[in-house]
């Protein structure tokens, strides 16, 4: 039986945890090579014994989205050790401080900008060129909810996933005409170790009455998983989404419709 990314070339950006971690996982069982970018290089070990044991190809850059660099490092191993470029996660991000609007200073501004946008912009621009090579190819960008909606103390979280969802729609504008198509996810809550670094944020009885009433912000009364987010940008991927291109989805339990009572 044919899979679905037989024969195709994905790299993904914050892979060794959360959703990157769980999109890789799923595309390279679904027959794709994968190039693996990502600041925790024993996460990275660990996930490329697991993808090579399934029989898929993994190549691992270590390193932070904000240096440039390691995104050409990637994009270049793409091309070098498995032919070209077909798939793109640009799924790395922090969520930065929660903060009031006026206690953010320009350090926390710059660093969420780098690490939030900066690099999603670069590498849809970079990925360019070889997925041009190949015939065309399918970029998912990942957001947030926080991007179409805001959150309290968190504007610049907020700020740069709409951003991301804004690069979104416009190079999906540019990028039609070479069969490049270019999606936004925007996933609700869910249980990532990102949410949980939270808790040393917040401390135990704060994170509890939080995360209680964020779960209460979805209609399904629960956080979503990382192997859910994954299965939705691997439909964005595939060609089962061929006619869809710049759209913002929002996988996120019904937060997007919800009053606030489960």
Not at 15 to 36: F, N, P, Q, T
Not at 143 to 161: C, D, E, I, Q, V
């Amino acid at each position: 039986m044919t899979q679905r990314f037989e024969n195709k070339v994905a790299l993904i950006t914050g892979a060794a945890s959360g959703i990157g971690l769980a999109a890789a996982l799923k595309l390279s069982e679904s027959g794709a090579d994968v190039v693996c970018l990502d600041l925790d290089s024993d996460g990275l070990v660990a996930l490329r014994e697991q993808i090579e044991a399934t029989g898929q190809k993994c190549e691992t850059v270590s390193g932070s989205v904000a240096d440039l660099d390691k995104i050409d490092e990637a994009i270049s191993l793409a091309v070098s050790q498995f032919g070209g470029l077909d798939l793109m996660v640009n799924n790395a991000g922090i969520a930065g401080p929660l903060k009031k609007f006026n206690a953010v200073d320009p350090t926390d501004f710059d660093k969420m900008v780098a690490i939030n946008l900066k690099s999603v912009w670069y590498g849809i621009k970079a990925a360019y060129a070889p997925m041009v090579t190949r015939g065309g190819g399918s970029i998912v960008n990942v957001a947030s909810m926080a991007g179409l909606r805001p959150n309290r103390h968190h504007s610049l979280y907020g700020m740069t996933k709409a951003g991301v969802i804004s690069l979104t729609q416009h190079a999906a504008m540019d990028f039609a005409v070479d069969n490049i198509r270019i999606n936004c996810l925007c996933p609700g809550p869910v249980e990532t170790p990102i949410f949980e670094k939270m808790r040393d944020v917040l401390g135990e009885k704060a994170f509890e009455t939080t995360r209680h009433r964020v779960q209460r912000r979805t209609v399904m009364n629960r956080y979503g998983t990382t192997d859910e987010q994954a299965a939705a940008i691997a439909f964005l991927l595939s060609d089962d989404a061929t006619f869809i291109t710049g759209i913002a989805m929002p996988v996120d339990g019904g937060w997007s419709i919800s009053d606030g009572h489960a």
